[in-house]
Structure formats: C-alpha cells, structure tokens
C-alpha cells in the first residue's frame, strides 16, 4: 500500500488549523475551474477497474487520515474550548462576586449618606426650632417685662384705693379687711348683673310673646279671610247648583209628563194593535197564538194583511178600470 501510495501523485495537506487553509482551497477551486486542460485522446490514461479500485483505496484512506486528523483536531479544540469556557465562567463568578461586593459597598455608602443627610436635616430641624424657641423666650421675657412695668406703675397707681379701702374698714366696723368690702361690691355688682340679665330676658320673652300673638292675629285674621272667601265661593257654588237643579228638575217634570203621554198613547196603540191582530185573525180564521205582549209578530201578521189588502185594492181598481174602457168602447 505504501509503495502504491509513493507511486502515485501525493496529495499535499496543509499544516495547521482549517480556519486558516479555507481561503486557499476556494482560490484553488475557482482557478482550477478556469484553467482548460485539453490532452490528447491517445494520451488519455484509461482507467482500468484496477487503477480505479486503488484510486478509491487511495480516496478512502486519504479520508481516513484527514477524518483522524480532523477528530484530533476537534478534540483539541474542544478541550481548548472547554478551559476557556471554564475560565470565563470563573470570570464570571468573579465579576458577578465583585459586582455583589460593589454593589453592597455603594448600598452601604448610599445607606450612610441618606442617614447623615437625614441627620443632618434632623439637626437643622432641631437648631430652627431652638433659635425659634429661644426668640419667642426672649420675646415673652420682653412682654413679661413691659406687664411688671405696667402692673408696677398699677400698683403704684392704685396705692390711693387700698388707703381709701383701709379707712373704709377703719370707719365701718362690720368689715374686717379691705377684701370684704371688695367682695362685698363685687357680689353687688354680680346681683346687678343677674338682674339686668333676668330683666332683659323677662323684656325679650315680652317682646317674643308680643310678636307671635301679633303674628297669630294676623294669621287668625288671614285665616278668618279665607273662610269668608270659602264661604262666598261656597254661596256662589251653592246658587249656581240650586238654579241647575231647579232647572234639572224642571226639565225632568216636563220628561215625566211627556212619557206619560207617551205611555198613554203607547198603551193605546198597543190595545189598538192587538185589537187589530184580533179582527184580522177572526176574518182570517187564524188562530190566535201570538202572546198580546209579542208586538212584533202582531205587527208582521198586520203588515201581511194590509200588503194582501194593498195587492186586492190594486186589481180591483185595475179591473174597474177595464171595466170602464170596455164600457167607453161598448158606447
């Protein structure tokens, strides 16, 4: 196999990884399709099954190789890829712990910040409100000053009452020190008071009671109004429904003595009509079985009798007239 394999036209395989050998064979692909290549027919080898046979040999192991090749390079690769994919996920681990670390230590720091800033807003809160405090002390304390003043200058003033309420006491024995009499004016005046309340309370209970019994007797008076107003729509009513009722009744006497009349008549034409139905019935010699209260049968046994007397009244007064003509012919 090695001596078949020498003698026929190795084929070169480049070194090195197939990445890099890629832009080679393409390039010798298109030149190899742009060369023509023209031998002679008597130079053309003819393969024989043999020859054919060992060029397949030749293919297969040629394959073969490059397939082991290709397997030991894959795995190489492979192995090489797996360190790198192990190390970049170490990076990874490492990158992620770092980005944990970080992120807690700017947690922290951000955490730091906010809790001085807040106490620091806090002690500025605190530092406001004491230079407040400490400005409405100072102001009380002025006011505190300005009242002793002016209580002081009261005192001062008032010196004079307490020497008069002192000689009060001295000259009236029921009074034992100036604050008696003071309470004594003080209940006088809470009296006054009590009674200048119950005074304008009695007055504003008049006044109240004065308005509503003037309010009530305008409106009893408003109310008297209205029932006379009541009582003259009423009259009105009344007349009016008297004169409809006189006229009503009027009209009702003059209805009732009309049905009289008419019922008298009726009666008569009643009797006359079963007086009739009689006769024409014994003329007839029909039995009388109609009841004297059915008029209308009486009426239709009447009406064929006077259409049957209509008929003979008619041919005899046509047979008169013949009679007549023929009688005019004879003279």
């Known amino acids: 196999m090695k001596k078949s ?20 064979y393409y390039k010798s692909l298109m030149e190899s399709s742009r060369m023509i290549s023209k031998y002679p027919v008597w130079d ?56 944990i670390s ?7 720091n951000q955490e730091k910040r906010e ?16 230079s407040r405090e400490t ?28 020497e008069y309420l002192t000689s009060v006491v001295q000259s009236y024995p029921e009074f034992k020190q100036p604050l008696d009499v003071l309470n004594r004016y003080e209940a006088l005046a809470a ?11 009695d007055l504003e209970m008049l006044e109240s009671a004065r308005q509503e019994i003037a309010a009530l007797t305008e409106e009893k008076k408003l109310f008297i109004m209205g029932l006379n107003n009541t009582l003259a729509d009423l009259r009105w009513r009344y007349d009016k429904v008297r004169n409809r009722v006189i ?20 009666c008569h034409v009643r009797s006359a009509i079963w007086g009739l139905y009689v006769k024409i019935s014994k003329q007839k010699g029909l039995a009388i079985d109609v009841q004297p209260d059915d008029f209308e049968q009486q009426l239709v046994v009447i009406m064929r009798a006077l259409i049957e007397l209509r008929r003979i009244y008619r041919l005899a007064q046509r047979r008169s007239k013949e009679k007549d003509a023929e009688s005019m012919q004879t003279a």
């Open 5 to 24: 394999l020498k003698d026929l036209a190795p084929i070169v395989i480049p070194q090195g990884p197939p990445v890099e050998s890629t832009p080679e």
């Open 44 to 99: 053309v080898a003819r393969p024989t099954p043999q020859v054919l046979m060992e060029q397949a040999r030749r293919d297969l192991m040629e394959a073969d190789e490059k397939l082991a090749l290709k397997r030991e390079e894959e795995r190489r690769n492979r192995t090489e890829m797996d360190a790198k994919w192990q190390e970049l996920r170490e990076k990874e681990m490492v990158l992620k712990d770092s980005f």
């Open 102 to 108: 970080f992120n807690k230590f700017i947690r922290e």
């Open 115 to 130: 809790r001085a800033e807040r106490k620091m807003e806090a002690d500025l809160e605190v530092l406001e409100r004491k």
């Open 135 to 162: 400005e409405e002390m100072k102001r009380k304390v002025e006011e505190m000053e300005e009242v002793r003043a002016l209580m002081e200058k009261q005192v001062q003033d008032y010196t004079i009452y307490e």
């Open 191 to 201: 009296a006054k008071n009590t009674l200048a309340d119950r005074q304008e309370r």
């Open 247 to 266: 006229k009503w009744e009027l009209a009702l006497n003059r209805l009732k003595e009309t049905a009289a009349r008419r019922h008298v008549e009726l």
